[in-house]
């Protein structure tokens, strides 16, 4: 059976690091994937160029290694469940969940009847590789995992009713939405911010569910996971690229460091 997200962080015995993929290049997706031993990928359509062609072919380039890839879709929309996961993405974040009740619409949207709508297209998808997965449609649980993302404040208070409901297989917490939901837009490591995602992960893990952050400082990624957190984005494609551009630039380039970073 091909594995999810869930699947590995069940068998896991440390918290899993991955990696934000928001270039839509398959190539640099590749080179992601084979970076010497992340856990995961997650390829973004919520905030990238990226779309149901482009996610194709980014879970083909990283299928040939060991890292689950997940896709997060830009909003809670069934249809967009639907395609994504009849692409072959088997894990998917669903951002800005705010409630048990739109955590429950999601599940719903990524199972099939009974348990819920996803249409069937099994002999035209390659999530079920136009029906030579055997039994896929009435074992289809297994193979989709389902994350959403709590990043509101209202979301952080209901995060241990959104845990809760059946279906979901664990909960991202977004520090910058939700530092913007606080009235701290761009400020994710302050402590206001960081005590409500340490509320929502303690409430998370209190009723035995995976929680995940994001967390591109090294030292904030360690406090999260020693508070719990069991997968962290630990780094971006394209942020990785901008540093070290930049750097490149103040070693080799003389002049003006405020005129270099204009645009």
Same mark, same amino acid.
């Given at each position: 059976?091909?594995?999810? =997200? #869930?699947?590995?962080?069940?068998?896991?015995? #440390?918290?899993?690091?991955?990696?934000? !993929?928001?270039? +839509?290049?398959? *190539? $640099?997706?590749?080179?992601?994937?084979?970076?010497?031993?992340?856990?995961?990928?997650?390829?973004? *359509?919520?905030?990238?160029?990226?779309g149901l062609e482009s996610v194709l072919v980014q879970l083909r380039a990283v299928a040939a290694y060991p890292v689950d890839a997940v896709v997060r879709v830009p909003s809670d929309d069934p249809v967009v469940i639907k395609q994504v996961l009849d692409l072959g993405a088997r894990t998917i974040l669903v951002p800005l969940v705010s409630s048990a009740a739109q955590a429950r619409e999601v599940v719903a949207a990524a199972h099939y009847p009974p348990r819920g709508w996803r249409g069937v297209g099994s002999a035209l998808s390659r999530s079920v590789r136009w029906n030579r997965v055997d039994d896929y449609l009435t074992e289809a649980a297994a193979h989709v995992s389902v994350? $959403?993302? !709590?990043? %509101?404040?209202?979301?952080?208070?209901?995060?241990?009713?959104?845990?809760?409901?059946?279906? $979901?297989?664990?909960?991202?917490? +977004?520090?910058?939405?939700?530092?913007?939901?606080?009235? =701290?837009?761009?400020?994710? %490591?302050?402590?206001? !911010? *960081?005590?409500?995602?340490?509320?929502? =992960?303690?409430?998370? %893990?209190?009723?035995?569910?995976?929680?995940?952050?994001?967390?591109?400082?090294?030292?904030?990624?360690?406090?999260? *996971?020693?508070?719990?957190?069991s997968f962290v984005l630990v780094g971006a494609d394209v942020a990785l690229l901008a540093r070290a551009s930049e750097s490149l630039a103040t070693r080799f380039i003389p002049g003006d460091d405020a005129a270099r970073s204009s645009y």
């Open positions: 059976m091909m594995s999810t =997200l #869930r699947d590995s962080l069940v068998s896991a015995a #440390r918290p899993l690091a991955g990696m934000w !993929v928001c270039s +839509g290049s398959p *190539m $640099v997706a590749e080179i992601c994937a084979g970076g010497g031993g992340l856990d995961w990928l997650l390829i973004d *359509m919520e905030h990238a160029a990226n994350l $959403v993302q !709590v990043e %509101t404040v209202e979301a952080v208070a209901a995060a241990s009713e959104i845990a809760a409901v059946d279906g $979901v297989d664990g909960v991202f917490v +977004g520090p910058s939405d939700l530092a913007a939901s606080m009235g =701290l837009i761009g400020q994710q %490591t302050h402590p206001d !911010v *960081m005590a409500a995602v340490h509320s929502a =992960l303690t409430d998370v %893990t209190a009723g035995g569910v995976p929680a995940g952050v994001n967390a591109f400082d090294p030292a904030v990624a360690d406090a999260y *996971m020693q508070a719990g957190a």
